[in-house]
């Protein structure tokens, strides 16, 4: 990675620290990553400016088990991860390497990371483009991410919050493009979330970093249409009947055949780049996505192994009651 790129992460990290409320707040950090190393060695950097006590621990790469690494909490205000033992800190930092699409979120993992929020455990998830990116991509996908983790987070909140009231004007959506997209969902009465750039001592919070999305878990079973997507050249089309996705397309093999639609999402970051390719892409502003499986965290009740998100590009967005 070149010189320009490690001064412009180390300005980045130092902005981003101070408008998500880390600097003011906290004082002992402990920043888990596997990969990257060099980009959280800025973070430290920049952390450690400000006199904030950090520690990193890097996971092995041949570890492909990263549920032990994330720490649990103690009674005594430690905290305990598996290999390593007992620490103490006030934040805890993951470099996550943004996964390719086809990646499936596995439930376990995600209950390890609810288990830390519920405890009480304010912690950062930053994504950054892993490491066997195509070499002539990466300083530009690495680009594209700092941009994103930049974005100007006042002006996202003040999306995610006019769009958050103008969906809380109906409880039932239809969702459409121009390449033959068409879906029917219901939220009833199920609360709308926001995902802000904001992290607070004193709240539950886990934050994702790009951020950026307004969401909420559709009615089971009550899920009708035609969803289009398209990988490479190839146009796919899904059909969801009652709540249920069809995934017949050898592209979807590590799906379950037939999945529930456990999720709607709309982007709402500006700055974040529209890669499809890349799990993140989901936050870019003039996207939605819809996700399958697992929802029970988000006020759902589909509880599965798997959660899997579809990116779609510029859809309109119609109230239907």
Request: glycine share 6%; hydrophobic share 35%.
């Amino acid at each position: 990675m070149s010189r320009n790129q490690n001064s412009e992460i180390n300005t980045c990290f130092h902005k981003v620290l101070s408008e998500c409320g880390v600097i003011d707040q906290f004082k002992k950090v402990i920043i888990i990553f596997k990969e990257n190393e060099y980009v959280w060695i800025e973070l430290k950097n920049v952390l450690e400016k400000y006199e904030v006590n950090t520690i990193m621990v890097r996971i092995p790469n041949e570890e492909k088990d990263i549920n032990s690494w994330i720490p649990k909490r103690c009674e005594n205000g430690l905290f305990f991860i598996e290999p390593l033992g007992f620490y103490e800190a006030d934040l805890t930092i993951f470099g996550l390497p943004i996964e390719a699409r086809d990646y499936i979120f596995q439930k376990r993992l995600h209950e390890r990371f609810i288990e830390l929020q519920t405890s009480g455990q304010p912690t950062i998830m930053i994504d950054w483009p892993p490491e066997d990116i195509e070499s002539s991509l990466k300083e530009l996908v690495s680009h594209l991410y700092i941009r994103a983790l930049c974005a100007d987070y006042s002006n996202v909140h003040t999306e995610n919050e006019r769009l958050k009231n103008w969906l809380n004007r109906g409880r039932a959506y239809r969702i459409t493009t121009s390449n033959g997209t068409d879906i029917l969902i219901k939220r009833e009465e199920r609360p709308i979330h926001t995902e802000d750039c904001l992290i607070n001592k004193t709240n539950k919070s886990i934050l994702q970093l790009p951020c950026g999305e307004v969401f909420f878990a559709p009615i089971e079973k009550a899920s009708n249409g035609v969803l289009v997507t398209k990988v490479g050249k190839k146009k796919i089309e899904i059909s969801i009947k009652n709540g249920v996705a069809r995934f017949e397309d050898e592209r979807f093999l590590k799906i379950p055949n037939e999945s529930f639609l456990g999720e709607f999402g709309i982007g709402t970051n500006r700055s974040m780049a529209k890669l499809f390719s890349l799990s993140s892409g989901e936050k870019a502003y003039g996207t939605c996505h819809f996700g399958f499986g697992n929802n029970t965290d988000i006020g759902g009740q589909i509880s599965t192994e798997y959660h899997y998100d579809i990116i779609i590009d510029e859809p309109t967005i119609t109230i239907l009651e």
